[in-house]
């Protein structure tokens, strides 16, 4: 092979690398966009759910209230009749 298409392949296997390498380097770049865009959605999400749970009322709270609440309607209807 003479020294002049040596050179020439090597400079199309080059050029193929170089292409290669700007694809690949995008396709990480958009993932790096995607994987911030995740994080961020968690991180809103993760505020919403703590938002949230801070705001319910507690089951035993509810169940307290619901029980003073049968022992008032039912000391009322015994009162009554």
Known sequence: MPEGQVALALAELRQALEVGFARIDG????????SDQTDKALEDLEERVSALEKTRWPLPTL????????????????ARG
């Open 63 to 78: 169940a307290v209230l619901a029980s003073i609440t049968a022992v008032v309607l039912t000391a009322f209807s015994l």
């Open 27 to 34: 396709q990480l770049a958009l993932l790096v966009q995607r």
